[in-house]
Each structure stands twice: as C-alpha cells, then as structure tokens.
C-alpha cells in the first residue's frame, strides 16, 4: 500500500496507470515535464471524467531553475449573463450544485494546457495530445472509481450509456474530435464545435466574447519558509494560502516526533481550523491574503495542546484530480485539473460529450460579498497544487491531491511527514490521514467551522477516543477516495526521484526511467 518509486531521469505520478504511461513517454522521446503534465493531464480528460477533463478547470506551479516558480491560473468566469439577482429571486440561497448551466463558469482547461505548452513544452502539441485522441477515439476501459457513477451519468451522455462494470470499453469520439480541434489553437477549441455546443447550452449565460478572452494567466505564487524548506502553492482564488498559513502555524507548535502520537493529530487539526475558519470572508478572485499569512502567531495562539478551541469565540468528496511530473533537468511541474464535484454539474455539452464543472458553487449568494456571483468573476477554489523548493532555490518536491475542502488539510500532512519527519514518498502519501468534514457536500467545511467533525480514515494511527478526549467530534471512514488521491515526487540530494501515486486511486501509478 506504501510503495515509494524511484527513477533517474524523469517521472510522472497520476491516478491512472495509462496516463502516468504516456507521461513518461513524453519524456522518453526528450519533452518536457510539461509536456508530460499537458499529456498526462489529456489522457485523464478521456479516461476519468469523473475527477477532470476539457469541461473543468486547471492550476499548476512550474519550477523552472527561476528563484520564484511559475504559477497559472486557468480559472474560468462566469458568462457575461450571470445574474445573482435572478438566483435569489429563484429562492436560491446557495449557487446550484447539479443541472444548471449557471454554475459552470467557461471552462480553463484547454487554455491552461495551451499556456503550460506554449511557455514550456518541447515536443509539437500535436504529438502531445496523440495518446489522448487515440484512447477517445480507440477506446479505454472502465476505472473501478468510475462504475459507481454510471447509473447516473449513462442515462446523460450516451458514451457512458452501454458501461457496466470495470473494464468495460467506453469510446468518446466528441472527445476526440474537440481534442483535434485544440491542437489548432484555442479558437478551434471554443469556438469551434465544442464552443458552438456550450453557447446553446447555455440560452444567454454566455456571449461569443465569453469564450474568446483566454481564461489562463500566468501569475505569481505565494510561498512561506517552513520546516526548512520555501513551500510554494497558488494565490486567490485558490484557496491555496490555506496551506501556507496551516504549515506556520503548525511550525511553532512543538509537534510530537512521532507522527503515530494523538497529540500529532490534534495540533494539526488546530492548526487546520485556525487557518480556515474564516475562509468565506477571505476567499475571492483578487484577495490580499498576505495579512492573513502574517497572523500565523496570533493565530497558534488560539491553539490550545489540550482543547479543541471554540472558534466562534476566538474569530473577529469533491472530485479533482492532481499529478505531477519532474524531467531530467530539473523541471518540476504540479498540476491540479478539476470538475469540483464527481462528474461536475451532470451537464454535457450536447455536441462533444464534455461534461461541465460546476465550479461555480464557489460563489456567494450574499449580497455585496466578494465573491458574489456576477459576470466575469471567477468563483473560490479549492484546488491547492504545492511545490517545494530547498533555500538554494533547487527543487526539492511537488505534491498536491484531490479532496475539496480537506486539500490544504491532505497536503498539510504529507509535507509535515516529508519535510519533518523524512518520511518517504509511498509512507508519506499512503498512511491513513484525517480530514475535516460536515457529512454534506464537501465544500461547506467552513459554513460552521464549529460543527466540523474530525473524520479519521481506516488504519488511522490515533485513536479517535484520543481526540474526543480533546474535545473533537469524531467519527471513522473507510480507507479510500473519501481522502484524497495525493502524489508525491521528491528530489533526493542525489538528483534521483522518489515518487508514490496514491494506493487510494487504486490504478494510479508513479512511473519513471
């Protein structure tokens, strides 16, 4: 369950042995590691479309020898006919989460390729996006993770229709012929056939200039010195700096040395609570989080090692999937694609087959607030990818995984364990791990910070009697996707790679040469 991987000079790590595959053949025949994540990354868009694909959205963090990585945002807008007010007039006090088209802002995934390809890529884009196209257009066989979701999306989309079991073949020729489209440029992608398709979908939530302004932009990362180490991840509106502020606080914490100890456990969740418990009113595209990331002693302060604190006293499954791959000079690229929830919003443009996101249940309802719906906002995300440089400015890590609201919560404990505790990459990523959670959607931990439930995965070393002792509602979860599907690759001081793909993924594979 545990198993750690090494190569010399390249590897990928993804959630499905077919695309780490074709990740490292790009690398073999001298690409890039992003032209490993972009094909990789592809592959997944056909073969899981229940975690990714062409309708979601797309983060990544490049380390490219730059002292400072690279960071893309490829985070669609809501469409120019957005209209909150119509919404609350609805009765809606929340976006929706499934079958309506105005919680799917444009999706960034082409783009955010495009970019990463166009910035770094080696080989032509064509060669790049070949494996995807074949398995569309040849077929591929049903993920064990995928079956569950069958009865439902089979019924939408007839490329699922004929899918029973795992193994079972599923072709998805719209697939293919949108991903030949991209390799012309983004204008054959969305106002191309796919384009065409989303704009009727959509009855006016979008306008042909929705679609032509480019969604990715190249941005700078925010990053905090801890454990020795500089960890890297995304601004808003990525919630990523949740990660950031949870690693400080927990720095000063005098954690146990012993990962195994309860005491270990609490003071993370804490550390977890603190960072996060005033999310909604931080969170939006074009926040200045950095006040928030200098609280992070005012805020260890709130932690008590013998008491879950009372938040409101102190305070003034998502589906996703990450990977990652580093090439033999050092490029390292972290990428997180997303649907937000399962197969998105359960809504497929007509013509392709793409299923659409529903991303935008990040937005607020609430009138006036900064992140309220309207057009040409980008909603809160909770994709947190994360790279880890050494202070000579070397690479030294990049991690990341799915899991909505828990990513920084997941990430917090792998890095704690790697940077630490020098736990290998397999121990670090497949020890059972907590999360917080609510029972509901897996986006709402932060509604009622008080009420999260400290839920501990099967073969959890802490006991969850140890925690209730401190005050924490618990409660126990199978060992499975319900955490996460994390990835680690780790530059040794030797230049080798030590990698682990998720056991969780249960096909996910980290491959190299």
Known sequence: MRNTRYARSGMVCTVDHLASRVGVAMLERGGSAADAAVAANAVLAVTSPHLCGLGGDLFALVHDG????????????????ADPQRLRAEGHERMPFHHDV???????????????????????????LA??????????????LMVPALPTVGPLCEDFAAARSAGDPIRRPGVARALKALTGGREGFYLGEFGEGLLALGAGEYTE???????????????RRVFGHDVWTMPPNSQGYLLLLALAVAEGLDLPADPADPLWAHLLVEASRVAGHDRPELLFDGARVEAALDSAAERRAMVSRDRRAALRDLAAPGDTTYLCAVDGDGMGVSLIQSN??????????????????????????VPGHPAEYGPGRRPPHTLVPALVTRPDGSLRAVTGTMGGDGQPQIVLQILTRLLLHGQEPGEAVGTPRWRLGTGGTGFDTWNAPDEAVVELEEGAPWAGEELARRGHPVAALPYGSAFGHAHLIDVLPSGMLAGAADPRSVIGAAAGF
């Open 66 to 81: 730059s002292p400072v990585p690279a960071a893309l945002n490829a985070s669609g807008r809501a469409g120019s006919g």
């Open 131 to 144: 494996p995807a196209i074949g398995y569309a257009e040849g077929g591929f066989p049903v993920s064990p």
């Open 102 to 128: 105005r919680s799917v802002p444009v999706p960034g995934c082409a783009d955010g390729w495009l970019a990463l390809h166009a910035r770094y890529g080696r080989l032509p884009l064509a060669d790049v």
């Open 340 to 365: 937000a929830a399962g197969f998105g919003s359960l809504l497929f443009e007509p013509r392709t087959g793409i299923n659409l996101h529903n991303r935008g249940i990040g937005f607020s309802l």
């Open 209 to 223: 200039d929705d679609l032509a302004r480019p969604a990715a932009e190249w941005t700078r990362p925010l990053g």
